[in-house]
């Protein structure tokens, strides 16, 4: 984000209406390769998340914070999930807010939407594991979920690599045509499998909100790489251990992977141990060697952190001050 563009007395508010036309896929992907490789190198790192259950409208709110040293991004998301958003109000149920500060003065540099925010930079960060991880002749891409998050996801990794067909699995199978929509405008061949055809893949991107594990060792082929992002939050979990446990991990964040995220099921029953679980940001870098062979099945645990967040968020405000598009306030 380019303070020289702002004045220090000014705030620049981007609101979620200008999100979608403030931000590209490949902008995501590019904020979210730098600041996992910042975090590998101890340039970025993240702050303790807080989340509530606030006894109103049952929601769960928090905050996701973090400061990245390298590229002077400090900041929080603040937001989380109302249940009762759609029925009632018509707004989604995921609200979020992401706010940036000058970390050489601390005052409040900007305001910009979270919830368009937060879907591609998720979607980018599994697009980001393919690039690393996934082998360079993959043909066929599976998807398990077909939910909000699923179509950004699929979308984000026909961008990434030239797959030549994509087969889904879904534990609601009514929700498939979601992903066999984005797959034919991309010009695509869709098959719906059972879980065992997920054999067929060379790259298998999991989001669902499941708390039993959907994908086992039987499902999956030799050198396959798989992206669990759905995997969030304590008691949540899409693979079984045994197939983590198989496999090389790796993750955004081992702190969280080892608690919240895939990983914690391998960890909890001993099949793996927080030295076994490696940072992405790490083969960015080059300091860690990624896949080493075409038979090798990789994992990325992609638990989501406040500061992938905040760095698509400062190239958002970045383009829309260049273009005059950010709302400037005095403060
Ligand atoms: P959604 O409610 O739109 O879709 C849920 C998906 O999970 C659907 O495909 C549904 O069929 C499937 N599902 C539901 N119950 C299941 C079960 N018992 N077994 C297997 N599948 C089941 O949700 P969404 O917005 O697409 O989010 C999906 C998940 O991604 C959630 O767990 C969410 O918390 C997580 N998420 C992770 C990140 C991250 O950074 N890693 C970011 C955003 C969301």
């Not at 340039?43 to 807080?50: G, K, L, S, T």
């Not at 989604?92 to 939407?113: C, E, W, Y």
């Not at 067909?165 to 929700?175: A, E, L, Q, S, T």
């Not at 790489?225 to 446990?245: N, P, R, V």
């Amino acid at each position: 984000m380019d303070g020289a563009q702002m004045d220090q007395h000014e705030l620049a508010i981007v609101p979620e209406s200008m999100i979608a036309d403030m931000l590209t896929r490949e902008a995501a992907f590019d904020a979210v390769e730098k600041v996992f490789a910042a975090m590998a190198a101890g340039q970025a790192y993240n702050f303790p998340v807080v989340r509530e259950a606030i006894g109103h409208e049952d929601a769960l709110y928090g905050f996701k914070g973090g400061f990245d040293r390298k590229a002077g991004v400090l900041g929080l998301k603040a937001g989380g999930y109302w249940p009762h958003n759609l029925e009632r109000r018509g707004l989604i149920n995921h609200q979020s807010t992401v706010f940036l500060f000058d970390p050489d003065s601390g005052r409040v540099k900007a305001m910009v939407g979270g919830n368009l925010l937060t879907a591609l930079r998720t979607a980018a960060a599994s697009s980001v594991s393919l690039r690393h991880l996934m082998r360079k002749d993959a043909k066929v891409l599976g998807m398990i979920g077909a939910g909000h998050q699923a179509g950004f996801q699929l979308r984000a990794a026909l961008e990434t690599h030239q797959f030549e067909k994509v087969i889904g699995w879904n534990y609601h199978p009514d929700m498939l045509p979601n992903l066999a929509r984005v797959v034919e405008e991309a010009g695509l061949p869709f098959e719906a499998v059972e879980l065992s055809g997920m054999r067929q893949a060379d790259a298998i991107i999991s989001i669902t909100s499941s708390f039993d594990a959907t994908l086992l060792a039987e499902h999956v082929s030799p050198g396959t790489h798989i992206a669990c992002m759905g995997t969030d939050t304590k008691g949540k979990q899409e693979i079984s251990a045994e197939l983590l446990a198989k496999a090389t991990v790796f993750t955004d964040e081992v702190a969280q992977s080892i608690s919240i995220g895939e990983a914690q099921h391998a960890i909890a029953q001993g099949l793996i141990s927080a030295a076994d679980v490696n940072q992405l940001g790490a083969v960015i870098n080059a300091t860690h060697v990624g896949r080493t062979s075409d038979v090798e099945i990789t994992i990325f645990d992609g638990t989501g952190v406040g500061l992938q967040d905040l760095a698509v968020a400062s190239s958002i405000v970045e383009v829309a001050l260049a273009q005059g598009k950010a709302t400037l306030v005095p403060v």
